[in-house]
């Protein structure tokens, strides 16, 4: 079955680093997303892609934040300077249309530690 | 703005037994669809069951169902014969136009042998 992938499993870094957090969506899939969940909290969305641009992104996604399709395969999380609040698990999800019929499958997430 | 509020932080199941997951929500839309995801220690986000609103039948997927009260907002998860792969976190989810999901603080589910 095929399933998205993130990479790294667990990322750690130094406050004020940059980070890039990688996910290869389901091939046919053409929506793309990232959720954050800080530990025991709720999941929280941070941003849609659609055709090489954001369709829609929450008050969470700042300046600091940045999404890209670099290539046809591979979407990534860009935080550009780390904070501790930004440790979380990363959730990235895609789904073939915007209809709501289709399902957003999630990957495994990535788990940022800012030290 | 969407909300969706899970009032038991904890729950616990004896093994074979049935337990009910509460869910509420408050959505101003008329078409929209809500999900249970199950986040085992893994902490992966697998979906358990969805639920159309403008269909008035309850999902269901094996051992699992729902009762879905549109007109209280309500969407609570039934698992029948409990098993110790179910425990988990159980999240409770929404999704309106502009197709983001709006999950709630989560349930940890226990199951006791």
């Known amino acids: 079955e095929p399933e998205v992938t993130q990479t790294p499993s667990h990322q750690v870094t130094q406050m004020g680093q940059e980070v890039i957090l990688r996910c290869v969506p389901i091939s046919n899939h053409l929506y793309f997303y990232w959720y954050r969940q800080i530990l025991g909290q709720k999941v929280e969305f941070l941003v849609s892609?659609?055709?090489?641009?954001?369709?829609?992104k929450s008050e969470i996604f700042d300046d600091q934040f940045s999404v890209e399709r670099p290539d046809g395969s591979n979407f990534t999380l860009k935080i550009r300077s780390t904070k501790l609040e930004d440790s979380a698990m990363y959730f990235c999800?895609?789904?073939?249309?915007?209809?709501?019929?289709?399902?957003?499958?999630f990957g495994a997430g990535t788990r940022l530690s800012v030290l | 703005a969407q909300t969706v509020t899970q009032s038991q932080p904890e729950m616990s199941v004896q093994e074979a037994e049935t337990v009910t997951l509460s869910c509420t929500y408050d959505?101003?839309?008329?078409?929209?669809?809500l999900f249970w995801y199950k986040q085992p220690p893994s902490r992966q986000m697998i979906l358990v069951i969805r639920?159309?609103?403008?269909?008035?039948q309850n999902a269901t997927e094996n051992r699992f169902s729902v009762n879905f009260q549109k007109a209280a907002k309500s969407f609570s998860l039934k698992i029948s014969d409990s098993q110790l792969g179910d425990a988990a976190m159980y999240f409770c989810?929404?999704?309106?136009?502009?197709?983001?999901?709006?999950f709630g603080e989560g349930t940890q589910l226990t199951v006791n042998p």
């Open positions: 999800a895609s789904r073939v249309t915007s209809g709501r019929r289709n399902i957003q499958y």
């Open positions: 639920q159309e609103a403008y269909k008035q």
């Open positions: 959505t101003s839309e008329s078409d929209y669809y």
């Open positions: 989810a929404s999704e309106t136009s502009g197709s983001r999901l709006t």
């Open positions: 892609f659609y055709n090489n641009e954001i369709s829609e």
